[in-house]
């Protein structure tokens, strides 16, 4: 498609262009219906079995296990936030309901501007005490940034808490959990307390669909926006045990702060997804890129491109740390896969970095307003060609600024 550019933007970000293709064909005519996508009624049985077969195609290829529902609803990830601590609080309720407000707690580990803004509004909705199971900060090279994941001695979790909150990939510091659980920059499943219904949450917007997620069936909860692997902003993916689907009014009734209808997950159970009106156009183009992936091959395939993505980028950004021309933002083992933090030493080179980025068609890569710099996001749509492009780009500028 003509005039288009290399998007490395942090979301809303690339999507396949075989997608937004397909895309113009469903906004005309919705699976031979007459009535574009955005036109058809949310009821319609073309369009009920569309919204199925997305949630079966994220089952399907994540490997949902069956104690597990997947919900589609809309409020982003900072809905998310409001709404896993309302209904977590509502069934520490139903499960403990002598407990006060002070004798309940949510466990934080906060690894980034994203889990420390989810743990902000943890202390503003009150109903339990906000342990910070961990931070970060005290951890990275300066003391005060968000640069690592920290080593497993550093995390303490309380005994029996309302959740258990973490964010797998960091999208503004670039900081992600390791996979493999050798690794001291590993999420430490073996320091959770031993419950077998663990209160796991995890934010997993900038990373979903992007690799396998490792122990799916320990975590209550996972759940994404939709902007950065899977589809348009709009939709918001949920993923969630089966006991974290509670009667959120008896909860109320014994105590627990009410729950708005949208934010309930037995509302959105009961309702299939679509109590009120869903997210019908993101829902669409979600299920036309999950149908995609299946057919490349599914998460293996993904993993595989994104590894070899990121080995290229980390390749290039480490010789250019040698020569000291580029400086990664992150700590060596926390870097993530999806979204690449660096600095580009010397007067006025970051700007004129950017610039000549842009002169090429690779846009997108000006870090978050936060933190400066440069920031490369890899999501799924970007190909293995495309992230070689801006390698070569950043060879180029480093060859023309070797001394
Ligand atoms: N969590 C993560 C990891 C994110 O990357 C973002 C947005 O970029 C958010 C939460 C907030 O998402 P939303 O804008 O959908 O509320």
Not at 164 to 176: F, K, M, P
């Amino acid at each position: 498609m003509s005039g288009r550019v290399i998007n490395f933007g942090a979301g809303p970000s690339a999507l396949p262009e075989a997608v937004l293709e397909e895309t113009a064909k469903g906004l005309l005519n919705f699976r031979n219906t007459g009535i574009g996508i955005a036109e058809i009624s949310h009821r319609s049985k073309e369009f009920t079995a569309y919204l199925e077969e997305t949630q079966a195609l994220i089952r399907e290829q994540l490997d949902v296990p069956p104690t597990h529902h997947i919900l589609f609803t809309q409020g982003g990830a900072t809905g998310q936030f409001s709404a896993i601590i309302l209904n977590m609080l509502a069934r520490h309720r139903l499960l403990h309901p002598e407990l006060t407000a002070d004798e309940r707690t949510m466990d934080y580990v906060i690894t980034g501007s994203w889990s420390k803004a989810a743990a902000k509004e943890a202390e503003r909705l009150g109903g339990a005490r906000v342990n910070t199971a961990v931070d970060a900060r005290p951890y990275s090279k300066d003391g005060k940034t968000f640069d690592n994941i920290p080593l497993h001695s550093a995390y303490s979790f309380s005994e029996d808490p309302a959740l258990i909150y973490y964010c797998e990939n960091e999208t503004v510091n670039g900081v992600q959990f390791s996979h493999d659980d050798a690794a001291p920059e590993s999420f430490p499943y073996h320091l959770l307390p031993k419950n077998t219904l663990l209160p796991l949450v995890a934010d997993y917007s900038s990373s979903f669909m992007s690799r396998p997620i490792p122990h799916l069936g320990e975590h209550a909860i996972v759940y994404a926006g939709a902007q950065k692997n899977v589809g348009p902003a709009g939709l918001t993916i949920v993923i969630v045990r089966q006991d974290c689907i509670v009667d959120v009014d008896a909860a109320a009734k014994l105590g627990a702060s009410p729950v708005p209808l949208a934010m309930s997950y037995k509302n959105l159970f009961e309702g299939k997804s679509m109590p009120n009106t869903p997210p019908v156009l993101a829902i669409y183009m979600s299920g036309l890129v999950l149908k995609r992936n299946r057919d490349l091959g599914g998460l293996q395939y993904y993993e595989e491109s994104n590894r070899i993505k990121k080995e290229k980028v980390y390749g290039v950004l480490k010789k250019g740390e040698e020569v000291g021309l580029f400086k990664g933002h992150v700590k060596e083992g926390s870097g993530s896969w999806m979204n690449i933090v660096f600095n580009v030493i010397g007067e006025g080179k970051e700007a004129e970095f950017l610039k000549g980025a842009e002169a090429k068609g690779l846009t997108g890569l000006k870090g978050h307003r936060s933190m400066g710099g440069v920031r490369v996001s890899l999501y799924n749509a970007i190909t293995v060609e495309q992230t070689e492009k801006l390698v070569e780009y950043m060879k180029e500028f480093l060859a023309a600024n070797e001394s």
